[in-house]
């Protein structure tokens, strides 16, 4: 923070400066040069046109690299020539202006004194300075973390963001020094706010919190096959309020990140291989070690799984018309495609080498049996099928004989 002391002098010196500037002669008469008004416009315009052409000029520049230079020093020369130009063109915009008179004018129409544009002078000063250090301090550190592959994108991305964070906060600092802003009162008064604003927004909050847990703790990285709850996809954007995923239908999924922390996550890509679980049946009437060794060694043989570690088969359990076997291979570099390729391959080739062996793989089956009746004489008989009138008409035959 800015000692108020520094701050008045620092203030008092830029006034003295400016209204030097305003009173005395300049080494150009500009007023000579640009005497109406829409000549200093067309000059402010063309100056203003120079300026955004340096910038970007400036930052074409900083993707090339200079031979013999180190990266280091070509981005931070890049950087001054692009603040000189800044400030030679603002220069000669107040130059310009100051000569004809007219910022003294709008200073005493507007009732703003010569401190008051210090102090703004200064602030926009701060602010873009502290822009410009993040700019070069982002190019730093994406240098710095290219030549170290122990720093991954991630901890490359939370180093630069709290390098933004704290550079504009010390920007701010200087801002509120500048203005002798009451900082006790604004502390205060940031407290009370931050409990509405905590109390308005839980959720948010919550969400941003949880990002920075993510950020440190490092769960997934960028370009990790994960799974949270029902989502399940490649990650290609982490921010301290959301995590974007990419699921395998070409969906892009934004899941907050107070979710994220919350629910069950599986990371398919951390270790870097993965194990896949392929379930086939074989007939009861089968020798299942034989069944077992042909699927073994038939995917030992497949280039598309890894033969360290060693593909598995084990009896599984059993089903209705068969005993299922469980084909446990390997892939590396775990992605959607290389499963799903992997997986096609190894059942096609235990369906082509049980058919060699004369291995069946069966379908569902029923049988049906029959069984000996006893008991009533079922209502389907032929005896049983005679109407209650023709039995009852008997029955009155007979006893009208009688």
Do not use: C
């Not at 005497?35 to 416009?41: F, G, T």
């Not at 409990?195 to 919190?209: D, E, N, P, S």
């Not at 993965?274 to 379930?279: G, P, Q």
């Amino acid at each position: 923070m800015i000692h108020p002391a520094f701050a008045t002098s620092l203030l008092s010196q830029s006034a003295r400066v400016q209204t030097g500037l305003l009173q005395t002669d300049a080494p150009i008469d500009f007023a000579a040069l640009f005497p109406s008004v829409e000549l200093r416009i067309l000059a402010s315009i063309v100056v203003l046109a120079a300026i955004v052409v340096s910038w970007r000029l400036g930052a074409r520049l900083h993707d090339r690299a200079a031979e013999g230079v180190s990266s280091a020093v070509w981005h931070l020369s890049v950087t001054l020539f692009r603040l000189v130009g800044v400030v030679l063109g603002g220069t000669f915009l107040v130059s310009v202006w100051a000569s004809s008179g007219d910022i003294a004018t709008l200073s005493e129409q507007y009732d703003i004194g010569s401190q008051m544009l210090v102090r703004i002078g200064l602030s926009v000063v701060f602010l873009l300075g502290a822009y410009v250090v993040t700019t070069v301090l982002g190019r730093l550190i994406k240098e710095i973390a290219g030549t170290r592959p122990e720093i991954s994108d991630h901890q490359r991305e939370i180093i630069y963001r709290l390098a933004q964070v704290s550079t504009y906060l010390v920007a701010v600092a200087f801002v509120l020094g500048v203005w002798n802003a009451d900082l006790g009162g604004l502390l205060v008064g940031a407290g009370f706010l931050g409990i509405v604003v905590g109390m308005a927004a839980r959720q948010t909050l919550g969400a941003l919190i949880a990002g920075f847990v993510l950020m440190f703790s490092r769960p997934f990285e960028i370009g990790d096959w994960v799974e949270v709850g029902d989502h399940e996809g490649i990650v290609t954007d982490i921010t301290v309020v959301n995590t974007r995923i990419q699921t395998f239908d070409g969906e892009y999924v934004m899941i907050p990140n107070d979710v994220v922390s919350s629910e069950s996550l599986v990371n398919r890509s951390r270790k870097g291989r993965l194990r896949l679980k392929i379930e086939v049946g074989v007939d009861y009437e089968t020798d299942l070690d034989h069944a077992a060794s042909v699927a073994q060694e038939t995917v030992e043989e497949l280039d598309e799984v890894l033969s360290v570690p060693q593909p598995q088969v084990v009896a599984k359990r059993f089903d209705d018309s068969a005993v299922v076997l469980e084909v446990r291979p390997w892939i590396d570099r775990p992605s959607a495609r290389r499963k799903w390729k992997a997986q096609t391959a190894v059942i096609g080739a235990v369906r082509e080498a049980f058919a060699d062996e004369d291995i069946s793989i069966p379908f569902p089956q029923r049988a049906l049996s029959g069984r000996e009746q006893s008991g009533p004489v079922p209502l389907t008989d032929g005896q049983s099928q005679k109407t209650p009138q023709s039995t009852g008409s008997k029955n009155g035959s007979s006893g009208g004989s009688n």
